[in-house]
T-cell receptor, first 114, second 110 residues
Framework: DAGVIQSPRHEVTEMGQEVTLRCKPISGHNSLFWYRQTMMRGLELLIYFNNNVPIDDSGMPEDRFSAKMPNASFSTLKIQPSEPRDSAVYFC????????????FGEGSRLTVL | KQEVTQIPAALSVPEGENLVLNCSFT??????LQWFRQDPGKGLTSLLLIQSSQREQTSGRLNASLDKSSGRSTLYIAASQPGDSATYLCAVKDDYKLSFGAGTTVTVRA
């Protein structure tokens, strides 16, 4: 299996621009998570989907952030408009609901907002 | 709210020495605990998963123990090598959510 695939790996954009990050979970995994990692705050859960349905979005910082999962093999995290404080590494992770509960991460998308 | 603490924040050892990394958590009602490794600029790689009913889990030179009642887990890495240099994070799962510690950054000196 190719693992969790994220794109782009690096994104540099200017304040005010829209940013879209993409994730393909491991085939057969029906739980998907978006995390954000910064030096100051470590890893923070942004949103959790189960069977393509958002279950917990309490970690989404504000209305500028939105996430979708239109099908079992694709999810997006969108920031509009972006701000410099959004600069971070955004990780997507997936697992099977039930089973061992082991969580698998993608390589991350490093976002820099100038 | 679950709080996960990892001490020390950084550790430097000579090659061959055994590593002991600590993780503590405040709410013992967990489903499992997972140890990850993160290399600079990379994602998190799962090392070991311990279910709440287990006391320890082993994989090669790695051994992780879990004492749920005291809210502690320890990751042991035997005979450390320079390739073990990385940041190690523990995460505890309650319900569906993983709560992460800040990690311990390990440097193994050749």
């Amino acid at each position: 299996d190719a693992g969790v695939i994220q794109s782009p790996r690096h994104e540099v954009t200017e304040m005010g621009q829209e940013v879209t990050l993409r994730c393909k979970p491991i085939s057969g995994h029906n739980s998907l998570f978006w995390y954000r990692q910064t030096m100051m705050r470590g890893l923070e859960l942004l949103i959790y989907f189960n069977n393509n349905v958002p279950i917990d979005d309490s970690g989404m910082p504000e209305d500028r952030f939105s996430a979708k999962m239109p099908n079992a093999s694709f999810s997006t995290l969108k920031i509009q408009p972006s701000e410099p404080r959004d600069s971070a590494v955004y990780f997507c992770a997936s697992k099977q609901t039930g089973g061992s509960g082991e969580l698998f991460f993608g390589e991350g998308s490093r976002l820099t907002v100038l | 709210k679950q709080e996960v603490t990892q001490i020390p924040a950084a550790l430097s050892v000579p090659e061959g020495e055994n590593l002991v990394l600590n993780c503590s958590f405040t709410d013992s009602a967990i489903y499992n605990l997972q140890w990850f490794r993160q290399d600079p600029g990379k994602g998190l790689t799962s090392l070991l998963l311990i279910q709440s009913s287990q006391r320890e889990q082993t994989s090669g030179r790695l051994n992780a123990s879990l004492d749920k009642s005291s809210g502690r887990s320890t990751l042991y890495i035997a005979a450390s090598q320079p390739g073990d240099s990385a940041t190690y994070l523990c995460a505890v799962k309650d319900d569906y959510k993983l709560s992460f510690g800040a990690g311990t950054t390990v440097t193994v000196r050749a």
